[in-house]
Nanobody, 122 residues
Framework: QVQLVESGGGAVQAGGSLRLSCAASGRTSSSFAGWFRRAPGKEREFVAAIWWSGGRTYYADSVKARFTISRDNAQNTVYLQMNSLKLDDTAVYYC????????????????WGQGTQVTVSS
């Protein structure tokens, strides 16, 4: 059984930065780790994903050039560095481990963290 624990969320002013962490325990054969978010009143959406082995990264258009996903294979930890934060980035952020299917699809992930709140204010 894999457990994912996110940390690093909080309140920040627009233009600021936050770094989210996702620590994984347990064995998994997952090839990708991803970050998703759910803003108030909206569906959960894809933010970023990273290939554990090769490190290739994928981003939603809304966060490209502002967010950076990275991983530490030795620590089994995935990070999301968020810069130039906007009001629209306010959401609960979830990390997840991929099972099968497209990495952009929520249903492709079978392990999820509990989420961490990010609040961006003006």
């Amino acid at each position: 059984q894999v457990q994912l624990v996110e940390s690093g969320g909080g309140a920040v002013q627009a233009g600021g930065s936050l770094r989210l962490s996702c620590a994984a325990s347990g064995r998994t054969s997952s090839s990708f780790a991803g970050w998703f978010r759910r803003a108030p009143g909206k569906e959960r959406e894809f933010v970023a994903a990273i290939w554990w082995s090769g490190g290739r990264t994928y981003y939603a258009d809304s966060v490209k050039a502002r967010f950076t996903i990275s991983r530490d294979n030795a620590q089994n930890t995935v990070y999301l560095q968020m810069n130039s934060l906007k009001l629209d980035d306010t959401a609960v952020y979830y990390c997840a481990f991929h099972s099968s299917g497209t990495i952009y699809d929520i249903s492709s992930y079978n392990y999820w963290g509990q989420g961490t709140q990010v609040t961006v204010s003006s």
